[in-house]
């Protein structure tokens, strides 16, 4: 199906080439006329169901469709106009719909949130006295959002878990690792000729952190991107920050640790300074039980046992990835699980099944095209199972889990003898030699650069909410689109619910496509930059709950979610609630701020 | 050893590690059996595990691989997991102009 704006783009070429060339020079369509045979349309499309990457290589080579990005079913690109139509009736398509220009920008969520109510007032609330804490990739803290009308900093502590102590620096106790800054080292390294010699900490070049940090509490007091100062306004641009610094690396942000070690240090530093406080993590982690009892989940919610303290978090960004798969297998029955390894898949690769505590199942691995390997039976553990083709395999299949009770099986594949796993569908076989329960299981892959994806019938979007979003206490954020193409549908990356064991998630939604906010290594009029994922839209989340501990700064984490929730906007998009893509549906900040009592 | 008490990711680790010398120690996350009091902090260290933060029943801690099986059997501790990595959960979207 074509969307209207491409019937109406069809429509005028029908007029000719001058039609289309007026059109483009309003910038208002995604069009292409100079230099190009036949006018060319960016596109945004639809796979319909069942189809995928195979059809994607036709439709390059019979439609003349340029791909120029890929997200899951999604897929954007650019066609000549003359085989719009040609494109629609195929099989493999279920909708197209013409790009638009997009106008991403944290001025246009922070109204879609109600935020802005809150600012004005009365009475106006813009998170002063609240500690918002990030832990994320770090913080560009030269970047004007996050000063005071003085020009000092707003940032109370940077912790860098990255660091090693030089003279004059140390580690906060009792961590016993990275550098911490206070308040003071930052307002002294602003006014210094040589800033990061008094603070060696900085975001890094990605600024993940900073631009989380930005949608929280930047004020947006730097003019730029064509925009006047106070036009990328965060939603709580009083609050003040502490910031942690996990460590980075190119397969990954922070470490479970560290991230444990990071709540616990924010906490502390808002619980020494006598204030609330509210901490945003915009990453996560596809393994574990995904029922609440890993130890970080569980960690964190020990810490959100006191007034004063609250914890958002990103649902994940795993739907139309590929990363879950779940089925049933009945006593003495099996089920197959298969799953895509890409060309060039070089490292290790993990995934994680949880089934109940009550059944037994049994494992087979089959590489493509090879046999399948011995059964590993539930309660073994082999060390270096060598399969068709060179490759490893490490299977630890655990009963009776300590975490929980339930029964795991952790697999990692490794190359072996070879330069990478093998490409192509491998196939997990699982049988049921005892099923006293349901029989029910659930598979899951790690994140990385270059990994498996599951495919066939038991791949689900459902259950990929990302650890430690399923802890039983934290408010996990959904995105939205609240511009351009789909807007006010939810983000189809966006993470679902409901949780392993059965509950609901996420807890609510908020913007996090196309966001605009602080940029690393800000300069000149380059003050801004667009995300997009479920990051984006948890620290928006995280400044609703600093406006909220600003009008009450003794709420619970429940009182939180339950003012969150019960004042949650539905609407067409969002259909009932609670849902396990919605959660209790957008953010209202208003609302929410209104419930405080 | 007491092998139920430790995570997948660490069995795994400990088999990579192997009898390799002074090998980095791990990063680990354990869980114990109610809040540990002074005694079972100091049977925790004893069995070379250094304490970085408690958060309630879970303690963060850094172990050198041969120590992680003196450490599952320390009665106060139910369970051992490896420090596991976390990942970014922003992405690229099309940005049309």
Redesign the interface.
């Known amino acids: 199906m074509l969307d209207s704006r491409l019937k109406f783009l069809t429509s005028r070429a029908e007029e000719g080439p001058a039609e289309l060339v007026g059109l483009e020079s309003t910038g208002r369509f995604a069009l292409t006329t100079e230099g190009v045979k036949t006018p060319r349309v960016r596109v945004l499309l639809r796979m319909a169901e069942g189809h995928g990457a195979d059809d994607l290589g036709e439709l390059s080579r019979d439609m003349g469709l340029t791909v120029l990005t890929r997200a899951g079913d999604v897929v954007g690109g650019e066609i000549g106009i003359d085989r719009l139509t040609e494109l629609d009736e195929l099989e493999a398509v279920g909708y197209v719909e013409a790009s638009r220009p997009t106008l991403p920008e944290l001025d246009a969520a922070v109204p879609e949130t109600k935020a802005d109510k809150v600012h004005t007032g009365p009475p106006g609330l813009r998170g002063a006295g609240v500690i918002v804490g990030v832990v994320d990739s770090g913080i560009d803290w030269r970047h004007g959002c996050f000063r005071d009308p003085t020009g000092k900093t707003r940032i109370l502590r940077i912790w860098d878990q990255n660091l090693t102590p030089e003279a004059g620096e140390s580690s906060p106790a009792p961590f016993g690792h990275g550098v911490e800054y206070e308040r003071s080292a930052i307002d002294s390294a602003l006014s210094a000729p040589n800033p990061m010699s008094i603070v060696r900490h900085m975001d890094d070049s990605v600024g993940h952190g900073t631009h989380v940090a930005g949608i929280a509490a930047g004020d947006g007091s730097s003019a730029g991107n064509g925009k006047p100062a106070f036009t990328f306004v965060g939603i709580a641009p009083e609050a003040d920050l502490v910031v942690v610094a996990n460590r980075v690396t190119t397969e990954a942000m922070g470490d479970s640790m560290g991230t444990l070690e990071a709540v616990g240090y924010i906490f502390k530093v808002a619980e020494t300074l006598g204030r609330p406080a509210v901490v945003n993590i915009s990453q996560g982690d596809n393994l574990g039980p995904h029922d609440g009892s890993s130890l970080l989940e569980r960690g964190i919610d020990n810490l959100l046992n006191a007034p004063g303290r609250a914890l958002v978090k990103s649902a994940g960004n795993a739907a139309n990835a590929g990363v879950h798969a779940t089925g049933q297998v009945t006593e003495g029955g099996s089920d197959v699980v298969q799953f895509l390894v890409p060309v060039g898949d070089n490292t290790p690769d993990t995934l994680d099944i949880w089934y109940s505590g009550a059944d037994r199942l049994s494992l087979r691995i089959s590489t493509p095209h090879g046999t399948a390997s011995a059964e590993v039976a539930p309660g073994s553990t082999i060390d270096g199972l060598d399969l068709p083709g060179g490759n490893k395999a490490f299977i630890d299949s655990v009963v009776h889990h300590s975490q929980n009770g339930d029964n795991r099986i952790y697999i990692q594949l490794s190359p072996g003898s070879q330069t990478a796993i093998r490409p192509g569908t491998w196939s997990l076989t699982l049988i049921g030699r005892t099923v006293a329960d349901s029989g029910r299981w659930h598979a899951w892959m790690e994140r990385g650069q270059t990994v498996p994806q599951f495919v066939g019938s038991h791949r689900t979007d459902e259950t990929t909410i990302s650890v430690p979003g399923t802890s039983r206490k934290v408010v996990t954020a959904a995105s939205y689109i609240t511009k351009g193409a789909g807007q006010g549908n939810l983000s189809t990356f966006s993470s679902r619910g409901p949780t392993r064991d059965g509950r609901h998630a996420p807890t609510l939604a908020a913007p996090g496509q196309a966001i605009t906010s602080a940029l690393v290594g800000a300069s000149g009029a380059s003050q801004y930059q667009p995300m997009s994922g479920t990051s984006m839209a948890a620290p928006h989340l995280t400044g609703v709950c600093a406006l909220m501990l600003q009008s009450s700064p003794t709420l619970t984490q429940d009182n939180l979610v339950l003012l969150l929730t019960s004042s949650a906007r539905l609407d067409p998009f969002t259909g009932g609630a609670p849902s396990d893509d919605w959660g209790a549906g957008k953010v209202d900040a208003a609302a929410a701020v209104d419930s405080v009592t | 050893m007491r ?3 430790l ?3 660490a ?2 680790a400990l ?1 990579e590690v192997g009898e390799a010398v002074g090998p980095t120690p791990f ?5 114990v059996t109610g809040e540990p009091g002074e005694e079972q902090r100091r049977q925790i260290a004893d069995a070379g595990a250094r304490v ?2 408690v ?4 303690l ?1 801690a850094a172990i050198a691989p041969g120590d992680l099986g003196r450490l599952t059997e320390v009665d106060c501790v ?2 051992v ?1 490896l ?15």
């Open positions: 092998a139920d008490k995570g997948s990711a069995r795994r088999s990063q680990v996350l354990i869980r970085g933060f958060a309630g029943d879970v963060t139910a369970y997991e420090s596991e990595p976390l990942r970014p959960e922003a992405g690229t979207w099309p940005q049309q102009q």
